[in-house]
């Protein structure tokens, strides 16, 4: 399915310039977090986001691609990935996730998160838990690119930690394989496609100044799913919920730099955290 795609390298100084967007991105969704409550509609939240982007120097790269035109993709409850934002309201204890990119000196960045609208405390046990899941397995998959090794280590860590996370809870988690993640560069989708699973034989083997989306997108059931007919938004077949997080992640000789996390990825990554400054 994958095959041996091409994992492009760039500039050590071309990965620095990666790190303006990705600080846009991650600085929006942050903002995007505070910013979030009960009564609000989506499309509002969109519409923060796109004065966020433009007044901090970029363009919204997803109102970019053909046949869309908003600046995040929000995914509430069932929805995996690519909602539409529109005139849903939010209500307390919806699981809400956002993905949002954004072009910085037309480098990309790319990212998304998952919250509980209404605060922690509105979530259900198994939201939480989903959630939570979710995040801990995008940052294992991080954590296991590294050069010289094969780029499919991601996805085999990705989904050691969810079926670690799911044996230590007593859940059984779905690992969606329709969609994955992928390169990033100068393009907000580039080869090669980073599959969140373990996959059979080999990939691409990961080189020096490579950057990469890493996005696991986990449901509280089966990960079977439907494109409505908007022709975007993608749903839990089974009506389970869904979480998603995302960072693109440069990948060094000497270690790993989140760039679209505002600590660069400090707090998770310990040793192999490594800034091109």
Request: charged share 20%; with cysteine.
């Amino acid at each position: 399915m994958f095959g041996r795609e091409r994992l492009e390298t760039k500039t050590l100084d071309q990965v620095r310039a990666m790190r303006a967007p990705g600080l846009v991105v991650g600085e929006c969704l942050a903002m995007l977090a505070g910013a979030v409550a009960p009564g609000m509609t989506t499309l509002g939240l969109d519409a923060l986001a796109e004065t966020f982007i433009r007044d901090h120097g970029g363009r919204p790269s997803f109102a970019e691609v053909p046949g869309y035109r908003h600046t995040l993709c929000t995914s509430v409850n069932e929805e995996i990935v690519h909602g539409i934002p529109g005139a849903r309201v939010l209500a307390p204890g919806d699981l809400l996730s956002i993905d949002c990119g954004a072009i910085v000196g037309g480098w990309h960045g790319d990212a998304a998160i998952s919250l509980i609208v209404g605060g922690r405390d509105a979530g259900s046990p198994d939201d939480l838990a989903l959630m939570d899941a979710t995040q801990d397995s995008l940052w294992a998959g991080i954590g296991a690119l590294q050069v010289g090794r094969d780029l499919f280590a991601v996805g085999a860590a990705v989904e050691e930690s969810i079926l670690a996370s799911g044996q230590r809870l007593g859940r059984t988690f779905g690992i969606v394989e329709d969609y994955v993640g992928h390169g990033i560069g100068r393009e907000m989708h580039m080869s090669p496609n980073v599959p969140n699973y373990a996959v059979k034989g080999r990939g691409p083997t990961v080189r020096n100044a490579c950057t990469v989306a890493i996005e696991p997108m986990i449901t509280l059931g089966a990960q079977e799913n439907d494109v409505l007919p908007d022709q975007w938004t993608v749903v839990t077949t089974d009506g389970s919920r869904a979480s998603h997080w995302e960072h693109t992640v440069a990948c060094h000789d000497g270690g790993i730099w989140v760039l679209t996390a505002i600590d660069g990825g400090a707090d998770r990554l310990g040793t192999a955290y490594a800034p091109l400054i």
